[in-house]
């Protein structure tokens, strides 16, 4: 026994340049009957934001249920149009492009700006912060097209190493922990069976039914909506909300969103529907903090989805052209009036991994679902009146998904290193213990007796940043991983940059060009670095 031993030590896991596992990568899209489903799931996944974002701010705009059924419809529409136009020319990865909660707190500090205050007419009110949104939105569209599209982002986002991208897609996903279970806690009779019974679809079921194809864990998204939507369904007709705080009923009926009532049957959203808009200085440079925050978001989303599509990791010059679009999604935002701005769907990143399919395909697909849906409001109204605890209840296995694919990059990383003990010790406390101080020191109003500069602005640009996750984590690793003795070949060793290197440059891998490359031959026109 122990000659065996001795000839056959146990090995640990070998480690993967790309994801083994995925049944349908980057580009091998399944049959077009599976890729509609598929695209359709990651359509209703886009519900989430798309509803939960116009719905917080839209009313304290002063705007009514029929002017919320039209910013969700924009919102939608823009989110099409920007997920086709980063899968044809942007990172050309599997990514949804939807509305990013990042550009919550400068668009409330615009809905709440004293300018607007004398208004007493609700549609004079809507309309003219909605022009103040569009304006600052239209500025910071700018600022982040510069920094993606003129190299800037590729040039920081060179700096990283396996070691310090952990942090950043971790926090990608674990970041929004508040939108997971206390978002389900709020309607916990249906969004905790949802989260038990996609758990259950998805992992279970699999080995309790064999099946020839894979079934119930690639739409387990779609039976479990159903479920939990029908159950949802049936307590609203029995009454038991009747007399219930307003609150629940809200997040608990399927009748209390005032879309399927209100929606238009067909409506096309068109630039600058609301007027055209006005600017203001530093409204416009918190707007840019929150595309500073959506940069380092969408990086660690790109990162996840490259993983979850079994791609290679992403090359810096496609992270920027990437956030150059993105860019120009923010610019659609602003034109359109969507009241906030773009970035990666972390979401439907999770999705991928639990279908195992991460073809471009279907996320082409799915943005043509949105688009279809926005036009004709009254079905996409339908699917949109949702509950958000059961959407919720998704979050809390995708944002997982990908924080978990963060976490694998460990595997290049030498982690019996007390340098990258420290690392990884210091951006993960810090990435969870800054942004919880500005949580609780600043509410609506933003302002805190402890930081405080008089200037509304500035306290925005704080708080947008260091409210931010993935932001903090990702500045902490990486000022710690380029100054703690980055020179030294060992430490460059435990950092994994002696992989790394051959992926940061466009041209040093070949596997590059199947991946990312531009269609229609657009690759010699505009080469990647």
Known sequence: MANKTAEDPVQPHPVKEQLPGIQYCINSPPPWPEAFMLGFQHYVLTLGFSVLIPSLIVPQMGGSDAEKAKVIQTLLFVSGLNTLFQSLFGTRLPVVVVGSYAYLVPTISIVLA????????????????????????????????????LGFWRNTVRFLSPLSVVPCVTFTGLGLYHLGFPMVAKCIEIGLPGLII??????????????????????????????????????????????????????????????????????????????GPTFNAGESFAMM?????????????????????????????????????????????????????????????????LTRVGSRRVIQISAGFMIFFSVFGKFGALFASIPLPIIAALYCIFFGYVSSSGLGFLQFCNLNSFRTKFILGCSFFLGLSIPQY?????????????????????????????????TVASVVALILDCTLFRENDATRKDSGLHWWEKFCLYSSDVRNDEFYALPFCLNKLFPSL
């Open 198 to 275: 996609v758990v259950f679809i998805s992992q279970y079921l699999p080995h309790l039914l064999k099946t020839k194809k894979p079934i119930y864990d690639r739409y387990a998204v779609l039976f479990s909506i159903a479920i939990i939507w029908l159950y949802a369904q049936l307590l609203t007709s029995s009454t038991v909300y009747n007399h219930k705080p307003t609150n629940t009923q809200k997040s608990c009926r399927t009748d209390r969103t005032g879309l399927l009532s209100t929606a238009p049957w067909i409506y096309i959203p068109y630039p600058f529907q609301w007027g």
């Open 114 to 149: 004293k300018r607007y205050a004398s208004l007493t007419d609700p549609q004079d009110r809507f309309i003219q912060t909605m022009q103040g949104i569009q304006g600052a939105l239209i500025v910071a569209s700018c600022f982040q097209m510069v920094m993606g599209f």
């Open 289 to 353: 903090a929150a595309s500073v925050v959506s940069l380092f978001e969408s990086t660690g989303t790109f990162f996840a989805t490259s993983r979850y599509g079994s791609a290679t990791p992403v090359p810096a010059s496609i992270i920027s052209r990437g956030s150059g679009w993105l860019g120009v999604g923010v610019l659609l935002n602003g034109v359109f009036g969507s009241v906030t701005g773009t970035c990666a769907s972390v979401e439907n990143a999770g999705l991928l991994a």
């Open 438 to 470: 500005f949580r609780e020191y600043y509410r609506q109003d933003f302002k805190s007796e402890h930081i405080y500069s008089g200037h509304g602005w500035f306290n925005d640009v704080v708080v947008v940043i260091f409210m931010s996750h993935a």
